[in-house]
């Protein structure tokens, strides 16, 4: 039945299709959801499945819609390509970032002709605009907040702002004379959204994963060492929590950060973990690891007592050291896969196997690095037919 329909819908057109998703996206959940969560199957189809050139016009349909009716940022991923910069925000995300109540951003922007009265236009969640059209209208409000106001806006506890402050995170703005201190909501807002810059979000949170918090308390850390680890980028596994906003947001899994405090007690990763992390299929991690392609340690099984092979902390500051992943890629040159292909194709360049064997969408970085991919340009269809492909 579900195939019919879909049959249906495609057959009357891309403007019945646009139509149908919009109602699936206001009727399907709540406003936060994402469009993982709301599409379903017929996202992960779509963005993962049904990849070749027959389906290409559908993910495509599907990938442009979701760009241009919803108010993605860092820390969000369209098609299972991480957001590395906005481009439209809702009133409400608006509102989040100046820590302040939407009707108050939503005035400013119905003076200015970006968005539509409460009375005429839709909920604070769905009212979009130009995020760049409207950047000099919103850096017109003043951010500046006292401390409690501050950490209500970061969703941030007394006492976990009072620890980070203490070690230097988070200075007011303005501090001194006879006037009290202020805190830049929006600069802070914007601080944080750039720590999740390839960050993949989620809706709950799995065994291991936490928030900055909890898993200071766990490693008996401050949470100034695991902040510092993110600001540093050498954090690779982060997540953002879509129920949540600002600082209670990022998620960080306890191993990694163990494993970034070298302590000798840090767990391994076993390679199945390695595998998903990577976006790999666990065959060619199993493949790298065997051909020794990737460094890996020996020990035995917690539960069952078995030798297994896994990869020991050194063995994953190894890897990372001479290999990047696509995602990653994309991460570190602040690119969109759609744009990076080209360029990567245009280079020469392709992903690492020196047998031939399927070693999944991973670079050497040095060869990466020298293709000097930020300035390649793309090669055109005249081009190719040129060099007489």
């Known amino acids: 039945m579900s195939f019919e329909m879909g049959f249906r819908f495609a057959t009357e057109g891309e403007a019945t299709v646009r139509d149908t998703l919009m109602q699936l996206q206001e009727t399907i959940g709540e406003p936060t959801d994402g469009p993982k969560k709301k599409y379903g199957a017929l996202y992960d189809r ?3 499945d049904l990849l070749g ?3 290409a016009p559908f993910p495509e349909l599907l990938c442009d819609h979701i760009a241009s009716t919803w108010p993605l940022g860092p820390g969000d991923d369209l098609m299972g390509e991480p957001v590395l910069k906005r481009k439209v925000h809702s009133v409400r995300t608006a509102a989040r970032e100046l820590g302040m109540d939407p009707r108050r951003p939503r005035k400013l922007l119905v003076d200015v002709d970006l968005v539509r009265p409460v009375e005429t236009g839709r909920d604070d969640q769905w009212e979009l605009f130009d995020a760049k059209a409207a950047q000099p209208h919103l850096e017109r409000i003043n951010t500046l907040v006292s401390a409690n106001d501050f950490q209500e806006a970061l969703n941030m506890s007394r006492s976990q702002f009072e620890l980070l402050r203490k070690e230097g995170h988070f200075p007011p703005v303005i501090d001194g004379g006879d006037h009290k201190p202020l805190w830049d909501v929006r600069a802070t807002h914007l601080h944080l959204e750039s720590l999740l810059t390839g960050a993949e979000p989620i809706y709950v949170t799995m065994h291991g994963w936490d928030d900055i918090p909890t898993t200071a308390r766990s490693l008996e850390v401050s949470p100034s060492t695991v902040l510092k680890l993110l600001e540093d980028g050498k954090v690779q596994q982060i997540d953002r929590h879509t129920s949540r906003d600002g600082y209670a947001s ?5 191993g990694e950060i163990e494993r970034l405090l070298e302590r000798p007690e840090a767990p391994g990763l076993s390679i199945d ?3 998903r992390q990577c976006g790999l299929t666990r065959s060619a991690a199993m493949r790298r690891v065997r051909e020794r392609h990737v460094p890996s340690t020996e020990g035995r099984h917690p539960k069952t007592d078995a030798r297994q092979r896994f990869l020991a902390p ?5 890897f990372h050291e001479r290999f990047v992943t696509l995602r990653g890629l994309a991460v570190e040159l602040g690119m969109p896969w759609q744009a990076l292909r080209p ?7 392709k992903p690492f ?4 064997q399927d070693y999944g969408a991973v670079f050497e970085r040095d060869v990466a690095t020298a293709a000097d991919l930020a300035s390649t340009k793309p090669r055109t269809h005249q081009n190719k037919g040129k060099d007489g492909e």
């Open 343 to 349: 360029k990567l194709a245009a280079a020469g360049l």
């Open 250 to 254: 990022i998620v960080v899994t306890k």
């Open 46 to 48: 779509l963005a993962f």
């Open 53 to 55: 050139e027959a389906y």
């Open 353 to 356: 196997s020196p047998d031939g």
């Open 273 to 275: 973990v390695f595998a």
């Open 314 to 318: 050194g063995d994953l500051a190894a």
